[in-house]
């Protein structure tokens, strides 16, 4: 089979279904929220840790089995409930109308999975298994939000501000003569031992070195 296709989607405001309202599902919806997406929960039952959610206004819950209607208008569905019939009629529902499906237990049954994620400001790392060993998964993600520390944020940010000056300021050749000298682990490492002005300080000056 050939590898999964792995891309960032924008789920800001997007409608996204959920349904269950287990241990998986917490997992599933905490992630979601946290991408701004619009999630609604189909289950008789939550854990109280998605009732909060639910009681905070944060997402919605309607608590019943699950019936085709729901998939409505989700662009996303979720199917994490135990029950293996229910589970195959969400695939089969969500696949019949284009909607990407995710179900919890069955690779088979999904069009996608879930990677383990880091974020560190812009900077964004999805780590898949393929479905091998979420385990795995999970332990990549660790080492590398070990590699990749705090000071991403600010080293990102910093290098999207130069980057517009530069592209407008500075010929093609002279770029990457810049970006090679910013990206070259100084930078990075003044702003890790909290010296942001001094990082500044070599970014200003290798702009000022290659302007006519
Ligand atoms: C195929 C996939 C489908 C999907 O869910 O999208 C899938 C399937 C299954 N996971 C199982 C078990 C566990 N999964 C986790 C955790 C995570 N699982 C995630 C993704 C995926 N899991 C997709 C593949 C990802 C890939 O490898 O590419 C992560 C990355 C993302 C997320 O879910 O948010 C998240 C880590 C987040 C992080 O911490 O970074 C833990 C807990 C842990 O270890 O922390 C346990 C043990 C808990 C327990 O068993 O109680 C089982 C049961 C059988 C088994 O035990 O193996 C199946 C079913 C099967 O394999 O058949
Ligand atoms: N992908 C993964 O990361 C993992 C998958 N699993 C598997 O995923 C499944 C779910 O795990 P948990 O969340 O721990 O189970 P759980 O038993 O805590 O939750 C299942 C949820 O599904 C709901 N549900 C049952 N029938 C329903 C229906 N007809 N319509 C709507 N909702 C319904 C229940 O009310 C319950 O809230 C299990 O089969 C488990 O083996 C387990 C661990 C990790």
Same mark, same amino acid.
């Given at each position: %089979?050939?590898?999964?296709? +792995?891309?960032? %989607?924008?789920?800001?405001?997007?409608?996204?279904?959920?349904?269950?309202?287990?241990?998986?599902?917490?997992?599933?919806?905490?992630?979601?929220?946290?991408?701004?997406?619009?999630?609604?929960?189909?289950?008789?039952?939550? /854990?109280?840790? /998605?009732?909060?959610?639910?009681?905070?206004?944060?997402?919605?819950?309607?608590?019943?089995?699950?019936?085709? #209607?729901?998939? &409505?208008?989700?662009?996303?569905?979720?199917?994490?409930? #135990?029950?293996?019939?229910?589970?195959?009629?969400?695939?089969?529902?969500?696949?019949?109308?284009?909607?990407?499906?995710?179900?919890?237990?069955? +690779?088979?049954?999904?069009?996608?999975?879930? +990677?383990?994620?880091?974020?560190? &400001?812009?900077?964004?790392?999805?780590?898949?298994?393929?479905?091998?060993?979420?385990?795995?998964?999970?332990?990549?993600?660790?080492?590398?939000?070990?590699?990749?520390?705090?000071? %991403?944020?600010?080293?990102?940010?910093?290098?999207?501000?130069?980057?517009?000056?530069?592209?407008?300021?500075?010929?093609? #050749?002279?770029?990457?003569?810049?970006?090679?000298?910013?990206?070259?682990?100084?930078?990075?490492?003044?702003?890790?031992?909290?010296?942001? =002005?001094?990082?500044?300080?070599?970014?200003?000056?290798?702009?000022? =070195?290659?302007?006519?």
């Amino acid at each position: %089979m050939p590898q999964y296709y +792995p891309i960032f %989607m924008d789920l800001k405001d997007q409608s996204v279904l959920v349904v269950g309202g287990g241990n998986v599902a917490l997992r599933k919806v905490q992630t979601l929220l946290s991408h701004g997406a619009v999630v609604r929960i189909v289950s008789p039952k939550v /854990l109280p840790e /998605l009732r909060t959610l639910v009681d905070d206004r944060t997402c919605y819950w309607l608590e019943k089995e699950y019936s085709p #209607e729901d998939i &409505g208008e989700a662009c996303l569905v979720f199917s994490c409930t #135990e029950n293996e019939e229910v589970n195959q009629q969400v695939s089969l529902d969500a696949k019949t109308h284009y909607r990407p499906v995710n179900v919890v237990d069955d +690779p088979e049954k999904c069009s996608f999975i879930v +990677p383990s994620i880091m974020e560190r &400001g812009d900077l964004n790392i999805a780590v898949s298994t393929g479905g091998s060993s979420p385990i795995v998964a999970r332990q990549i993600r660790q080492e590398l939000e070990a590699l990749y520390g705090s000071e %991403m944020k600010e080293y990102l940010s910093l290098l999207k501000v130069w980057r517009t000056k530069v592209k407008t300021s500075l010929p093609p #050749e002279k770029r990457s003569v810049f970006w090679d000298r910013i990206t070259d682990g100084e930078v990075r490492k003044l702003i890790q031992e909290d010296r942001l =002005s001094e990082a500044e300080g070599v970014i200003k000056q290798c702009f000022l =070195s290659l302007l006519d």
